[in-house]
Structure formats: structure tokens, C-alpha cells
């Protein structure tokens, strides 16, 4: 069941939960069983309370039971949305913690309560993140839920009812986090909108990428993510000197991007490097699995597609390396594979930086602009979002290369990476 599931003892030294009382109401018995999953006493109490939650002999009480456990987890994911979280990364994040049956129940959960909405209330973006879960929304109804998750999971109703609270549980302890756009329902359109992404350009760099990651040539990879590499960095060119307004100067925005394991601290700095070629930074949540880019939209575009692309890119190279496997045959040691992901990371970057700063020289000189100032700008206003948004940040230190074969295989496979945007990792 998860993470969440692997911790379901409970400390000795803490008294166990007995369970309901038999005049507790389903709303009682839900914020009960909640509070000893949360103080990790749950004991034999969570069977009883999922059994009596569950239970459809009264009709009143199991109409009752349903909406009270569905009013639960609106009111779980609207709190998620005050404390700073994102739809797609709420989802994930119950995944990681409590597996897949809770995190399609809260992909439930996130539609509903996008539906409670008017959509002029709400930030197209936000509205993206939702639709992209894909739920049908014809099940949603308080009543008939626990019947369709029943259904859909192949579980006994008393587990689905444990399913509900065990998220209900997740989505209390979720840490707060920087917003990075209005909750459903506060949405207005701004007064002066930052100038658009050029989505059809971003949809040829898309396409220059898919090629570069399906292709089994590493030569044609290499050139074809350097096009795209171009394009985008010409692309936040053309949008800094657009929005270099002395009196109005655009901000920052953010962009949180998934860092999951294994060889999490090797991809947080991937993702870093990737950001610093681009003008932006990444602060890495590494507890959460997440990072948050901060730069200006075009440019964090960029970040999100050139990394998706350039992890899907290391991970085809490192399992088709002929050094991927040892004298006996097996498949890749750990350490050959850390090592890979390491100096792929770090020769990566530098390649993304060199053809970054080549393509400002190059458009440069071609308009005539001199564009060390606009540029300089731009990243003096991302480096003030960050200190803002996190103030004083640490620096860890990455565990280095353990096997020379995996470092070399890994820069090598850097070396023929398609580019597809423009060391150590902040935290």
C-alpha cells in the first residue's frame, strides 16, 4: 500500500486507538480514524472504524457514511490548495505515499472539486494539470463513489473506506509549499498578461525531441536536440527583449517538476544544470521527490521539456550500453548506474551552458542588440524570486562517481544527447 502502508505499526509506548463509539456519527468516526492514522495509533480501531464506515445494512447511515467520507476529501484537497500544492504533484505525492487505489481516489477528489467551480474562476493552468488526470466524471456522485472504486480497484467496500482515510491522512500532514498560482475559484485574469509561449515552436521542439529519444543513432540524436536546444534558446531570447520593460518589469514564475528515484540526487542536478543553462534555478525538495524551478515562463517551458527528454535519453543509453554489463552478464551494477547518471548529469550541463551562450552570441550579432544586459536583467529578477520565495538555501554535497566505466559510458552518452533547451544541487 505504499509508504504509508510500511509504517502502519504503531510505537509501543503509544495507547493503540479502540475504535468508535457506537453513537459516534460517520463524520466522527472519519476524524477519529484520521487522527490515529496521523499519530500513528491506530491499531484494531482502523478495522473497526473501516467496518462501520463501511456498513450498508442502515441505509440512512450508509447515504450518511458516503457523503460524510466524499465531503472529506473535498475538504482534504481544498486544504492542499491552501497550503501551496499543485494538482498533478497532490497525486503524486499520494502515490508515493500511499500507492496507486489512494491516488486514483484522490484524482477523484481533485476533479470534483474542480467541478465545484465556474472555470472563468480558475487558472487555465490549473484546469490542464486536472483534465490531464483523466477521470470520468459521471462517477463522482457522494452516494454512488464507494460503489465505483469498489468496482474499479477490485476491493471489498471496508477497504475502500480504509483506502479514503489512509488519504485523508496524507493530505493533512502535506507540508506547505510556495504557491505558484490562485486556487480554484480566486482566478482573474491580470491586467497586463505575460507575453505568450510560442506554443506551435514549442511543439516542433517537441517533436525535434521524440525523434532524438526513439532514434537508435546517437549522432542523429546529438543534432537533432541541438536544433531544438536552439530554437528554445532562441525563442527566451526573443521573449526577454519583448517583456524588457524599464516601467513595467515582468517577474519571475515557478514550475515544480518531479525528481523521482532511483539516483534521485544525480537527476536533482540534471535538473539543475538544465535550469542554470536556461537563466532559471532549481531548489530541490528532496523529502518530496520535487523541485522547483523558478524563471521566466518561456524559460521553464524550456527546463520541463529539455529535462523530460534528456532523462528518457540517459536511461535508453545507459541500458543499452554494451559496459551496462558485467563479466557474468548480469544487468548494470548500481554503482555503474549511479555513476552514468552522475557524469551524464555533469557533461550535460556543460554542453547545454556552451550551446546556450553560442546561440545569445550568434543572435546577438546578427540583430545587433547587445543582449548581456537584458539577459543580466532577467536573472538578477530570478535570483530576487528565489531569495523571496526561500531565503537562506543549502547546499549538499552529491555522492561521487564509484565506477570509472559507469563515468565514462555516462559522459559518452552526454556527449550524443539531443539538446533540447537552453554542479551541486540547492535546497
Known sequence: MGRKGRRRGTDRNVQEWAGPSPDDTPMEVIAQAVDAIVSRREGSGMDLAAARLADVEDVHWAGASARSLFDTLLFGVADAWARGWQPAETVRHVRREAGAPAAAVCADAVTADLE??????????????????????AHLSEERHLD???????????????????????????????????????????VRAPVPVDRGRLQRVRALLAKAESTEFP??????????????????????????????????????????????????VLLDQVAGANHCRAVWHRELGL??????????????????????????????????????????????????????????????????????????????????????????????????????????????????DGWHEGRAAADAASLGTRSGVTR
Open 116 to 137: 465545484r467551480h465556474s472555470l472563468a474562476t480558475v487558472d487555465p493552468r490549473w484546469i490542464e494539470q486536472v483534465r490531464a488526470l483523466g477521470v470520468d466524471t
Open 148 to 190: 465505483h472504486l469498489s468496482a474499479e480497484h477490485g476491493l471489498m467496500r471496508f477497504e475502500v473506506v480504509e483506502v479514503v482515510l489512509r488519504l485523508s491522512a496524507v493530505l493533512r500532514t502535506l507540508p506547505p509549499m510556495r504557491r505558484l498560482g490562485p486556487p480554484p475559484g480566486t482566478f482573474r485574469p491580470g
Open 219 to 268: 549522432q542523429e540524436a546529438e543534432a537533432l536536440t541541438a536544433r531544438a536546444q536552439e530554437m528554445m534558446a532562441r525563442h527566451s531570447i526573443d521573449l526577454a527583449l519583448v517583456e524588457a520593460d524599464p516601467e513595467e518589469p515582468d517577474t519571475a514564475g515557478a514550475r515544480r517538476l518531479p525528481v523521482d528515484s532511483p539516483y534521485d540526487e544525480h537527476r536533482a
Open 291 to 404: 523541485s522547483t524551478v523558478m524563471g521566466f515562463p518561456g524559460d521553464v517551458e524550456a527546463v520541463d521539456l529539455l529535462y523530460t527528454s534528456l532523462l528518457v535519453q540517459a536511461e535508453t543509453a545507459m541500458r543499452v550500453s554494451g559496459s551496462a554489463r558485467d563479466r557474468s552478464g548480469r544487468g548494470a551494477r548500481k554503482d555503474y548506474r549511479s555513476s552514468f547518471m552522475a557524469a551524464f548529469a555533469v557533461r550535460v550541463g556543460e554542453r547545454l551552458t556552451e550551446s546556450a551562450r553560442a546561440t545569445e552570441e550568434a543572435v546577438g550579432a546578427e540583430t545587433g542588440t547587445d543582449l548581456v544586459p537584458v539577459l543580466a536583467a532577467r536573472e538578477r529578477a530570478v535570483e530576487a524570486a528565489v531569495n523571496e520565495a526561500f531565503g537562506a538555501l543549502t547546499t549538499s554535497r552529491v555522492r561521487g562517481p564509484a565506477d570509472p
